[in-house]
Nanobody
Framework: QVQLVESGGGSVQSGESLRLSCAAS??????????MGWFRQAPGKEREGVAA???????IYAESVKGRFTISKDSAKSTLYLEMNSLKSEDTGLYFC??????????????????WGQGTQVTVSS
C-alpha cells in the first residue's frame, strides 16, 4: 500500500508561481519504478489529469498547462513535484498526486492509478 502526502498549496495572485510536493511511503518496490501523476479538481467539476511522469522519466502534460507546469521526481527523497508558473485563475482547485507500479494507457486518466493522496488546495486570484 502506497501512502501519498501532498504539500505546498496556497493562495497566490495570477502570474505567480507555486511548487507542490508529494511524499511517498509504504511501497515495497523501487520508487523510481512508480508511474505518478498530478490531478486537480475545481469546485463543481470533475477531477482532471494535469501532468504525469512514467517510470522511464517520460513526462506528459494536459494542453491547458503545457509550457507553464513541470512535473519531476526525486527518487532519493521519494518525492514528486509540480512546479507551476504563470498561474491563472482557472488553475484553482484541489490538487492530488497519484501513483501506481503498473503501467496503464492514458497516464492522465483517473483509472491509471490505484493510490491517491488527500490533496492540497491551490487558489489563484486574478
Amino acid at each position: 500500500q502506497v501512502q501519498l502526502v501532498e504539500s505546498g498549496g496556497g493562495s497566490v495572485q495570477s502570474g505567480e508561481s507555486l511548487r507542490l510536493s508529494c511524499a511517498a511511503s509504504g511501497y515495497t518496490y523501487t520508487y523510481s519504478r512508480l508511474y505518478m501523476g498530478w490531478f486537480r479538481q475545481a469546485p463543481g467539476k470533475e477531477r482532471e489529469g494535469v501532468a504525469a511522469i512514467r517510470s522511464d522519466g517520460l513526462t506528459i502534460y494536459a494542453e491547458s498547462v503545457k509550457g507553464r507546469f513541470t512535473i519531476s521526481k526525486d527518487s532519493a527523497k521519494s518525492t514528486l513535484y509540480l512546479e507551476m508558473n504563470s498561474l491563472k485563475s482557472e488553475d484553482t482547485g484541489l490538487y492530488f498526486c497519484a501513483a501506481d507500479n503498473l503501467f496503464k494507457n492514458d497516464q492522465l486518466s483517473l483509472g491509471a492509478y490505484r493510490y491517491w493522496g488527500q490533496g492540497t488546495q491551490v487558489t489563484v486570484s486574478s
